[in-house]
């Protein structure tokens, strides 16, 4: 049973950081591409940030390009994305998502980043 958890989501100060973190079982994960989306109420979800597997590099959306850094442990079945420069516009529900056998997207529950003074 494939099982995909975000956390490391909460609150966080304009200029701060979080890291996120995304736990995955059930599949093949370091065979699987790994990507990061957020979603704003009313918005559709929109990809962030990928990262190809085997050290195959990263790609960032332009509105957090050098701000944001996607990385993945094999070893440990983890994704992370940490969050530096953060804007109140980055406030959002992240999601992370593997892409796997080149066929199926799986999809975490989402963890809620809010950025506020």
């Known amino acids: 049973q494939v099982q995909v958890v975000e956390s490391g989501g909460g609150l966080a100060q304009p200029g701060g950081s979080l890291t996120l973190t995304c736990v995955a079982s059930?599949?093949?994960?370091?065979?699987?591409?790994m990507s990061w989306y957020r979603q704003i109420p009313g918005k559709e979800r929109e990809p962030i940030a990928t990262?190809?597997?085997?050290?195959?590099?990263?790609n960032y959306a332009d509105s957090v390009k050098g701000r944001f850094t996607i990385s993945r442990d094999d070893a440990r079945n983890t994704g992370y994305l940490r969050m530096d420069n953060l804007k109140p516009e980055d406030t959002a529900v992240y999601y992370c998502?593997?892409?796997?056998?080149?066929?199926?997207?799986?999809w975490g529950q989402g963890t809620q980043v809010t950025v506020s003074s």
């Open positions: 990262i190809a597997t085997f050290g195959g590099g990263s």
């Open positions: 059930g599949f093949a994960f370091s065979r699987a591409p």
């Open positions: 998502k593997f892409f796997v056998g080149g066929r199926f997207d799986y």
